[in-house]
């Protein structure tokens, strides 16, 4: 064991409180010298959690574009619940309604009315396919809207990648609405009347198109206008010697305490110990006096 103090040698069965050597006091030494690395640890540490908030509130809420970014997912999730059409299959041995939106695709999976649009494949094939292939676009577009929802929710890793990426999403999920506009409005007049099956075309495939041309504006805004998130350089060279510091190039004992300080926090901290200074300075004329 050595003195924390003046690193002089200190044999096992030396239990006096003090180094035999310049005589501090070795548990004193040892907490300090505890405390100032953990102080040193949490500095460095500390510095990697104030990226990372400054990340999420420049991704999340750090401005109105940001913001209409969230408010335009919300929609878009509700986009998808709207009919895209309303089919009526209508024959001997079934009669049943479904809709062509999150809800109503559930709906006839679990009932078994997709079972019966099959069967009705001999009497009706080019309607039952027209339905498959809508059913296949509103899959499509689920899915590209899945992905501009998790590039939103990793957006506080690279704002400005995941925009372009949502950028891009956008536009294969507005191409794939527009697809899903004409098929839509087509169904009606291909189905007839009085048919096994009857469509009416619903309002989702529209609205999915406004929600994609929103999504595309929000994310162009933010690759013009660069937003990035304010990050303090100090903050990022305390990270880059944390991490050289875990990866054991550089020890925390080698490092100063304050390890990295701004001007304004040196300031501060000159500040603070003039003032104590004064006090102490203080107390110690009235002690005089008295």
């Known amino acids: ?14 239990l006096a409180p003090n180094c035999k050597h310049c005589g501090a006091n070795i548990f004193y030494n040892q907490q300090k010298t505890l405390l100032t690395r953990d102080a040193k640890k949490c500095e460095l540490e ?13 991704a ?23 009919p895209f059409v309303t089919v009526s299959v209508n024959s001997a041995l079934f009669s049943s309604s479904f809709s062509f939106g999150a809800w109503g695709i ?17 009497y009706m094939p080019n309607q039952v396919v027209l339905c498959f292939a809508l059913l296949g676009l509103i899959v499509a577009i689920f899915l590209v809207g899945f992905g501009v929802f998790v590039s939103l929710l990793l957006s506080f890793i690279n704002i400005q990648k995941s925009a372009k990426i949502m950028r891009g999403l956008s536009v294969a999920g507005g191409a ?27 309002f989702g495939a529209f609205a999915c198109v406004l ?33 050289k510091v875990k990866a054991g190039e550089v020890s925390l004992d080698d490092l100063p305490l304050p390890v990295f300080e701004t001007e304004e926090e040196k300031e501060k901290r000159l500040l603070d110990a003039a003032e104590k200074k004064a006090l102490v300075e203080k107390a110690k004329g009235g002690e005089a006096r008295e």
Do not use: W
Not at 47 to 56: D, E, M, Y
Not at 60 to 82: D, E, P
Not at 117 to 122: D, F, I, K
Not at 226 to 243: A, C, F
């Open 60 to 82: 999340f809420i750090k401005g109105a574009i940001q913001i209409l970014r969230i408010v335009a997912m919300v929609v878009a999730i509700g986009a998808i619940f709207i």
């Open 211 to 243: 929600v994609f041309v929103m999504i595309f504006a929000l994310n162009h805004l933010v690759i013009k206008k660069n937003i990035q998130p304010e990050i303090k350089e100090v903050d990022i060279k305390r990270t880059e010697l944390n991490k």
């Open 176 to 202: 794939l609405c527009l697809c899903a506009c004409a098929v839509s409005i087509a169904m009606p007049y291909l189905f007839g009347e009085g048919g096994f099956l009857v469509a009416n075309t619903g």
């Open 106 to 122: 559930y709906s006839a999976f679990t009932d078994g009315t997709i079972g019966a649009l099959l069967n009705l494949n001999e």
């Open 1 to 14: 064991m050595k003195c924390p103090a003046c690193n002089g040698e200190i044999g096992r069965f030396e």
């Open 46 to 58: 500390y510095a990697g959690f104030r990226i990372l908030v400054a990340k999420l509130k420049t």
